[in-house]
């Protein structure tokens, strides 16, 4: 079945450290994007994908990175100079770039700053 | 400012009661898409209506149903005689032509089916 796969489901870090968040899709979508869910709140975009190679920034991008070097493969690391890393992280991804078609959205990461 | 508000935090209901979730919108956009997704608690969310702003019917589909109005910029959802599998969070989204790739999510609300 297609879909898009998390991993892992949780996380711990420790202060300082960086950590990469796995994301990976068989559903030959040329879009991909990163979420952060916080209690209480929606969702934030982290940063987006439209195509291989291709990333932007969204609404909350400091503190992250990315790489798109595949089409299936869009990992996220947290690196120490995120103040607040510790929330569940979403990925998602569309059949073209933007919502008309609708996201896919993964299972999420959820990630503990320890 | 906050795009999406979905003011009901909380609701809990007896199974085979209905619910209704409200959602209020703002934007400036005279084309924009409205959504409901659904995060079990396995955690994914999953997608369960988009609707344009050109399209006011309401749409039911199952238990579920919509109710879009333009004049309040209110994108409700009820469900009919709800069931302990619809214990979930749900939330409301907006996506403006401006910048159509992104979603604008409400805060959510978590909804209780009681046995």
């Known amino acids: 079945d297609g879909g898009i796969t998390q991993s892992p489901k949780y996380l711990f870090r420790k202060e300082g450290q960086n950590v990469t968040l796995s994301c990976e899709q068989n559903?030959?979508?040329?879009?991909m994007y990163w979420y952060r869910q916080d209690p209480g709140q929606g969702l934030r975009l982290i940063y987006y994908?439209?195509?291989?190679?291709?990333?932007q920034k969204g609404d909350i991008a400091e503190g992250y990175s990315v790489s798109r070097e595949k089409k299936e493969s869009f990992p996220l690391t947290v690196t120490s100079a995120q103040k607040n890393p510790t929330a569940f992280y979403l990925c998602?991804?569309?059949?073209?770039?933007?919502?008309?078609?609708?996201?896919?959205f993964g299972s999420g990461t959820r990630l503990t700053v320890v | 400012a906050q795009k999406v508000t979905q003011a009901q935090t909380e609701i809990s209901v007896v199974e085979k009661e209905d619910v209704t979730l409200d959602c209020v919108y703002e934007?400036?956009?005279?084309?924009?898409?409205l959504f409901w997704y659904k995060q079990p608690p396995s955690g994914e969310l999953v997608f369960l209506i988009r609707?344009?702003?050109?399209?006011?019917q309401n749409e039911i589909s199952g238990r579920y149903s919509w109710n879009f109005q333009k004049s309040t910029s209110s994108f409700n959802f009820t469900i009919t005689a709800s069931q302990v599998v619809d214990s979930a969070v749900y939330f409301c989204?907006?996506?403006?032509?401006?910048?159509?790739?992104?979603?604008?999510f409400g805060a959510g609300t978590t909804v209780t089916v009681r046995a």
């Open positions: 559903l030959n979508h040329d879009a």
């Open positions: 934007t400036r956009d005279t084309t924009y898409y």
């Open positions: 994908s439209q195509i291989v190679n291709d990333f």
């Open positions: 609707r344009n702003s050109f399209d006011e």
């Open positions: 989204a907006l996506s403006e032509a401006v910048n159509d790739y992104k979603l604008s």
């Open positions: 998602a991804s569309s059949i073209v770039f933007g919502t008309n078609y609708g996201y896919t």
